[in-house]
């Protein structure tokens, strides 16, 4: 690949002379020439603000797509998967901090321009790609120009995010995304603001948005930690505010934490810790609850929610459809939501 010329940012305006505000998440950033933001990619040089990300992918891999995690988009594809250095998140417990906390001179970052991405997603025939690994938030630059060409040559795009953004670049972000995953870390702000450095609230703005002012499908993904957001009352009001402004149909996947970056003195989520919160989740009316990161071929495989069929049985990533065509129930009709073709 030929070398990619640095990118000017978007979403950015002068404070003065010499500092930059970055408009791009709710940290608004204020960065002085020569600065890096708290991602590490967006850089004040001589008073413009640059996308050091733009074209810097870490690396690609081909996933199946129910490891990002979705379950009622696509199932049983692949995906094309990469992401970049840094983050604008600081989350203790990240389970990718080896290329979230990564600077693009620490890491062995590639070349690869937006048609490049959608060229190897067309060779290796995956029929979507996801940005993913860090929060593809700040390299929104990247995502624009990349999901654009892809919506051409109808290839699928999906964000995999902590859903932390400006609302106005968000519109721009968005554009020509299909899914996405959003992780809602917790459910207090005291929580989000110890452990990631940033605010509740403007991730729930963003899932709103998402669900009443835009077609994107959308899953939900809360990585349970012990005595950190397991509590019965944290995910019960999890759970309400999920149906009272979400519907009942959004897909809602608990999974497992691992000792990681900085909380390795924390155990590993207990399995019983997972069921519990599926339990919760559909006590409160959830109609789609999976767990995630063990092995729970039952609990991680889809059912009817009106006659309770199995319609995708699932073992790890490994799928298998049984009850389940145009997007319906073959044994009651009872339509399932999701895009299944």
């Known amino acids: 690949m030929k070398s990619i010329e640095i990118k000017e940012a978007l979403w950015w305006k002068k404070i003065d002379r010499e500092k930059i505000l970055c408009t791009l998440c709710p940290r608004y950033c204020e960065i002085g020439i ?17 996308s050091l990300g733009y074209g810097k992918p870490t690396g690609f891999a081909i996933d199946p797509i ?65 940005y993913t690994y860090n929060d593809p938030t700040i390299f929104g630059e990247y995502v624009v120009d990349i999901s654009k060409i892809a919506r051409e040559e109808k290839i699928k795009s999906i964000m ?9 670049a968000r519109k721009d972000i968005y554009k020509y995304i299909d899914a996405a995953n959003v992780d809602l870390k917790g459910f207090t702000e005291k929580f989000y603001f110890k452990n990631t450095f940033s605010h509740l609230i403007d991730v729930l703005d963003t899932l709103v948005w998402l669900k009443n002012d835009t077609d994107i499908w959308m899953e939900l993904t809360t990585l349970l930690i012990s ?15 999920i ?33 519990r919160a599926k339990n919760i989740a559909e006590q409160a009316g959830i109609k789609f609850c999976y767990v995630g990161n063990v092995h729970d071929s039952k ?7 009106k006659c309770n069929s199995l319609l995708i049985e699932r073992d790890w990533h490994q799928i298998k459809f049984h009850h389940i065509k145009n997007n319906s129930c073959t044994k009651c009709g009872h339509k399932v939501p999701g895009i299944f073709s």
């Open 34 to 50: 020569g600065q890096p933001g708290f991602c590490y990619i967006r850089q004040n040089i001589d008073g413009k603000l640059y």
């Open 66 to 130: 129910e490891k990002k995690p979705l379950n009622h988009f696509l199932p049983g594809t692949k995906i094309l998967s990469f992401g970049t250095a840094g983050c604008n998140l600081g989350c203790k417990f990240c389970q990718n901090w080896s290329i979230s906390k990564a600077k693009l001179d620490e890491i062995n970052s590639l070349t690869a321009s937006p048609h490049y991405v959608v060229q190897l997603a067309k060779q290796y025939s995956t029929p979507s790609i996801a």
């Open 160 to 168: 995999v995010t902590a859903g932390y953004i400006d609302k106005d």
């Open 227 to 241: 005595d950190e957001n397991d509590s019965e009352e944290e995910i019960k009001n999890e759970c309400d505010w």
């Open 243 to 275: 149906l009272e402004n979400l519907g009942e149909n959004v897909p809602l996947h608990f999974t497992a934490f691992h000792p990681d970056f900085k909380m390795r003195d924390k155990i590993a989520t207990p399995h019983s810790t997972l069921l």
């Open 299 to 305: 609990n991680q495989s889809t059912y009817c929610s």
